[in-house]
């Protein structure tokens, strides 16, 4: 993971952990960090068809955003391209355009689901407070799920957090030599995407 996101996910992950007895029971998901590379997508790019996986299984980011519409989006927004997904525990998805180094272009994906949509907005809450906290400066994002904001973690980086219905996570992007004012609208194209794709979400 690159260091750029830490900050984004340390506040993430402290905030879903202290929830976590809101989330919807599932059985735990034994992924291990494997490199793979999209050959076979499972939708055209930019389509809004949800992931087979439904409700009763754990969230797989890989699945739900396929490397390619990752790439599509990249593209289509900043001219920028990835090509290898790699899963983690939880769900989680990042990915990058090199498979060795330092990556020139970086999107990590992280949502999680909860009992309830009042779990899900008081996390997402609790997320926004935690980062204004840490002195972060955030932008209210309009038509990204029910709520979103964005912030700026670095010189090159740029994150929507949101959240819908029983959902709550955020986008992350990172792009060597861009301006994080220049790599925001893939983030909001990115969140936007996810929030279309999640499983038994209303469109």
Request: aromatic share 4%; with cysteine; hydrophobic share 40%.
């Amino acid at each position: 993971m690159h260091h750029t996101f830490r900050s984004s996910f340390v506040i993430l992950l402290l905030t879903t952990a202290a929830a976590a007895c809101s989330r919807t029971d599932t059985p735990a998901v034994s992924q291990t960090a494997s490199t793979s590379v999209s050959t076979s997508p499972s939708a055209s790019p930019g389509t809004s068809t949800p992931a087979s996986a439904g409700p009763d299984l754990p969230l797989n980011l890989c699945t739900v955003m396929p490397v390619d519409v990752v790439s599509h989006a990249l593209q289509s927004q900043i001219g920028k391209s990835v090509s290898i997904a790699t899963p983690h525990v939880g769900g989680m998805c990042d990915y990058k355009d090199v498979d060795k180094g330092v990556p020139g272009v970086e999107v990590l994906i992280d949502f999680t689901r909860f009992r309830s949509a009042a779990d899900a907005t008081t996390s997402y809450q609790n997320v926004k407070k935690q980062a204004a906290g840490m002195g972060l400066a955030l932008a209210d994002v309009p038509g990204v799920g029910d709520e979103a904001y964005g912030s700026t973690d670095s010189e090159e980086s740029y994150g929507v957090k949101t959240h819908h219905e029983l959902y709550m996570g955020q986008v992350n992007v990172h792009a060597q030599g861009m301006a994080s004012g220049a790599i925001r609208p893939a983030a909001v194209e990115l969140a936007k995407l996810t929030v279309s794709r999640l499983p038994g979400a209303a469109q």
